[in-house]
């Protein structure tokens, strides 16, 4: 079974700065993608920004800028530092991971796991 366990969430004022971790647990080969989504109450959950094995991002428009995602593969953990945040920031930010539980010679089995969220509460 694998488990994504996220923290860093809080309470912080507008213009202050969060960092988000992920650690992901289990048996597994590998990760692949790890990213983050968060969702706001009312509203669908969306993506934040992702990054694949070999590094590359992806960040949504809003914040562009202002996260940044990155990882450590020995750790198996997935991070996102958020700076100049803003009150519509707020929301349950939850971890997301592409895990490879096993190869074959023809295909990789992957399963996508979330993690239970963590909440991030931006006051104006």
């Known amino acids: 079974q694998v488990q994504l366990v996220e923290s860093g969430g809080g309470l912080v004022q507008a213009g202050g700065s969060l960092r988000l971790s992920c650690a992901a647990s289990?048996?597994?080969?590998?990760?692949?993608?790890m990213g983050w989504y968060r969702q706001i109450p009312g509203k669908q959950r969306e993506l934040v920004a992702d990054?694949?094995?070999?590094?590359?991002?992806n960040y949504a428009d809003f914040v562009k800028g202002r996260f940044t995602i990155s990882r450590d593969n020995a750790k198996n953990t997935v991070y996102l530092q958020m700076n100049s945040l803003k009150p519509e920031d707020t929301a349950v930010y939850y971890c997301?991971?592409?895990?490879?539980?096993?190869?074959?010679?023809?295909?990789?089995?992957?399963?996508?796991?979330w993690g239970k969220g963590t909440l991030v509460t931006v006051s104006s």
């Open positions: 997301n991971a592409d895990v490879v539980l096993a190869t074959s010679a023809v295909k990789d089995y992957v399963n996508s796991y």
């Open positions: 289990g048996t597994f080969r590998s990760i692949s993608a």
């Open positions: 990054i694949k094995s070999g590094s590359d991002t």
